[in-house]
């Protein structure tokens, strides 16, 4: 019913610039607590970037300087700007959102379905 959509990710040099971009669409009648998280094999799914209490953007330490998010809220999308890649960013990169669907039940968790991001020489 609600869906989230990572697009532009793809394989880039060490160095290199990507920006990914979320798209969330369906019965969507608010949406709040957009962020992004990135998840290797075998490794748990790490936060990239999230907007915190008071609307600040908290951003892994891995990352900091070299990402940066950016949202329009108002057309359901959010884009992380992503600088000087690094082969370790290399990874699945997921967007995530709290999506109300009806002004008569709370909040609900959604993801989307990944975006690859290759950093390689």
């Known amino acids: 019913q609600v869906q989230l959509v990572e697009s532009g990710g793809g394989l880039v040099q060490p160095g290199g610039s990507l920006r990914l971009s979320c798209a969330a669409s369906?019965?969507?009648?608010?949406?709040?607590?957009m962020g992004w998280y990135r998840q290797v094999p075998g490794k748990e799914r790490d936060l990239v970037e999230r907007?915190?209490?008071?609307?600040?953007?908290h951003y892994a330490d891995s990352v900091k300087g070299r990402f940066a998010a950016s949202r329009d809220v108002a057309k359901n999308m959010m884009y992380l700007q992503m600088n000087s890649l690094k082969p370790e960013d290399t990874a699945l990169y997921y967007c995530?959102?709290?999506?109300?669907?009806?002004?008569?039940?709370?909040?609900?968790?959604?993801w989307g379905q990944g975006t690859q991001v290759t950093v390689s020489s």
């Open positions: 995530t959102a709290l999506v109300r669907t009806s002004t008569n039940t709370p909040f609900d968790r959604y």
């Open positions: 907007i915190i209490i008071g609307g600040d953007t």
């Open positions: 369906g019965s969507i009648v608010a949406i709040n607590n």
